[in-house]
């Protein structure tokens, strides 16, 4: 029997484990990183090889992911999704390498692996049946997931029918995941309509993925890399290699161009080094390397061992995290008013760069983190994103530490400070405010607004201390003296300079509206509103009511933009941007009067034809808005296959329900009419 003491830690470690799980796979929400994750679970695995008594069936380390959370329908994985074995580094990967030749290939053979990027996202399966998707689900425990087709649906890079060729029946292993410049964006559009920001991307497309309503999952970044097969009718290929060309030719998206085919570890180990190298430069997250034995017949051969592949081994990145210690913390103020706190810290190397600043996002994560100036922290950097402080070290505070008060004064120009109900970013109520007026200055000039490139923030602000502007619509009345003042400019770059801001006179409709600055308004929620009215004119004398009949478009936004073109300063200043010559291009689409004028659709169920967002963008080019659930107001329920809830409560309601082939004779009615 084992030692009192070391049944009690291997309890506790079990207990943790499993909350741990819960918190990163059910919720959403971890708390701890990676590394630290790794280290509790090696210690649990260490204690089991040196104490066999303790083990059990129901040990964290026979375990995959989470079981799942009752939220949506559960999923039996035919062939279970099973989890990788870790190494740390590559005398870890040596010692499996020499492992697997000794016991199972009498040591002489040189394996020949399949390297593969390892996505940090959420693991999916796919289901396609006569080449048309069926069914997509989570990983969840490995044997049982959680049904999230109409989620996964809305992913432009999933294909709904596979080439001709496929297998009768396939399930198609995936990662989802979202790239580090789509991440940042979201967290912007979240900070700005003051939701909660996401910690890292895994999070944000793990809570994506994971959403009851589809239309939310539609707006988000989510992306596809494919990597396997669970069942297959047809006969698989030689290779692991092979195997992706073959997903790639039947229409899935995966990773080939980085999978890389080694010989031995010593190959393997070019090839890690070589991705580590590179891994700040990829548009996405990774972790490490998925290093597979290559030979498909071989895979079936070694199996598995406590719900893990025998052939396959991740060989992890060390951890991008760092000890410092909070220097201070600055308030920085955006175009919106919104007071962001941002840590300044101890300087520290992490992952090769030296971290002095990590974002806070706002108080209620100060209240999180239980931070204090002058703690000793924890900060990751994750590719691009501005470095997090992921974990305070509370222990070993000294009394010295003082808190991070929530702000009563704008920082830059001492105007109150408003914190609606319900938000959790506090705001300078002061339009005129300095700190504001640079940072909506930039926002107008950037690439995804009006786009005139050679005005950086170093420019604004020397145009602005010379008296030269005062806000956007100055910018029309620069002449090429005023540009002269500026310094390092000459001729080419000041005339360079004119033809950009001229040239951004004639912009989509979408980038001003983008550019303008509306709060709750991004990139995404602009087009929108561009499609469907023609001029700034008509989208500044809607009322709400009318926004709100626009699909994804809420209280929030619709109130928003009613308050910006009603308020007489937005008002002047739109009446300058039109005398200096700004002339959008009209973009809208939607007909306002077309055969579904005034009527709401919901959608449901798999759909053959069209992607969900193709049919909701033609139901709303012929007038009508695409609802997200069934009402009385619902005006007509188009069902696809596997339709749910949606269509019982439409047959309650006595709502015509109509199949995609009845809607496209509809259609051609209409145009024949």
Not at 2 to 29: G, K, M, V
Not at 62 to 78: D, E, I, K, L
Not at 524 to 545: C, V, Y
């Amino acid at each position: 029997m084992a030692d009192p003491a070391i049944a009690r830690r291997y309890q506790e470690l079990c207990t943790e484990i499993r909350r741990h799980n819960r918190l990163y796979y059910e919720l959403d929400r971890p708390e701890i990183s990676d590394a630290d994750y790794d280290r509790l679970f090696r210690e649990l695995q260490q204690l089991e090889a040196e104490h066999p008594e303790l083990g059990s069936a129901a040990s964290p380390t026979r375990q995959v992911g989470a079981r799942p959370s009752g939220t949506f329908s559960p999923v039996r994985h035919t062939v279970p999704m099973l989890s990788l074995r870790n190494a740390r580094d590559l005398d870890e990967f040596a010692e499996f390498d020499r492992s697997l030749r000794q016991t199972f290939l009498g040591g002489s053979d040189i394996l020949e692996y399949a390297c593969e990027m390892k996505l940090d996202g959420v693991a999916v399966e796919l289901t396609y049946e006569q080449g048309r998707l069926v069914r997509a689900s989570t990983r969840g425990d490995g044997l049982v997931g959680e049904e999230i087709t109409a989620n996964l649906l809305t992913l432009k890079s999933v294909p709904r029918s596979l080439q001709p060729g496929c297998p009768e029946l396939l399930d198609v292993r995936g990662e989802v995941y979202i790239d580090l410049v789509d991440f940042q964006a979201l967290n912007r559009r979240q900070e700005e309509s003051g939701a909660k920001t996401f910690a890292n991307p895994r999070n944000a497309a793990a809570g994506s993925l994971r959403q009851l309503d589809p239309d939310i999952t539609a707006t988000r970044p989510l992306k596809i890399f494919c990597y396997g097969v669970g069942r297959c009718s047809a006969a698989l290929p030689a290779s692991q290699f092979i195997l992706l060309a073959q997903l790639r030719q039947w229409g899935l998206r995966v990773n080939l161009d980085e999978t890389r085919v080694c010989t031995g570890p010593d190959q393997v180990a070019a090839c890690f080094a070589d991705l580590q190298a590179r891994r700040d430069r990829l548009d996405f997250e990774i972790d490490g390397l998925v290093i597979k034995v290559n030979r498909l017949a071989l895979q079936e051969e070694l199996g598995e061992i406590n719900r893990r592949p025998r052939w396959a081994i991740a060989l992890k990145f060390p951890p991008r995290q760092a000890r410092t210690v909070v220097e201070s913390v600055e308030l920085q103020v955006g175009r919106t008013g919104a007071i962001t706190p941002v840590a300044h810290l101890r300087p520290v190397n992490v992952s090769g760069v030296t971290v002095s600043r990590a974002s806070l996002h706002n108080w209620d994560e100060i209240a999180r983190l239980d931070l204090r100036v002058g703690d000793h922290v924890i900060v990751e950097r994750a590719g691009d994103v501005i470095p997090d402080v992921v974990k305070v070290l509370t222990a070993e505070r000294d009394g010295s530490q003082t808190a991070v008060p929530l702000p009563t004064a704008c920082p830059v120009c001492d105007s109150a400070v408003l914190k609606p109900a319900g938000e959790v970013v506090p705001r300078c109520g002061n339009g005129a405010c300095p700190a504001r007026t640079i940072e909506r200055l930039k926002h107008f000039v950037s690439r995804a607004a009006m786009d005139i490139e050679g005005l950086g923030e170093k420019q604004l602000r020397q145009l602005i201390e010379l008296g030269k502007i005062e806000d956007v619509a100055d910018l029309y009345t620069l002449s090429e003296a005023d540009l002269f003042a500026l310094e390092r400019m000459g001729n080419t770059l000041a005339n360079k300079l004119l033809r950009a801001i001229e040239a951004s006179k004639s912009r989509p409709l979408s980038r001003l509206i983008f550019a303008l600055g509306i709060r709750h308004v991004g990139e995404h929620t602009a087009k929108l509103l561009a499609r469907h009215f023609a001029s700034l004119d008509q989208l500044a004398n809607t009322d709400p009511e009318q926004l709100k009949r626009l699909h994804e478009i809420g209280d929030k936004v619709a109130e928003s933009v009613v308050d910006f073109f009603r308020d007489p300063a937005q008002q002047a200043l739109l009446a300058k941007l039109t005398a200096r010559g700004l002339a959008p291009q009209t973009e809208a689409v939607v007909a306002q009067g077309g055969p579904l004028a005034g009527q709401s659709i919901v959608i449901t169920g798999t759909l053959q034809h069209w992607t969900r967002q193709e049919i909701e963008e033609l139901v709303e080019r012929l007038g009508g808005r695409s609802a997200s659930s069934v009402s009385k107001k619902t005006s007509l329920v188009i069902a696809g296959a596997n339709a749910g809830s949606k269509l019982e409560r439409a047959q309650t309601l006595g709502i015509e329900v109509i199949d995609e082939e009845t809607f496209q004779q509809r259609i051609a009615g209409w145009e024949q009419a």
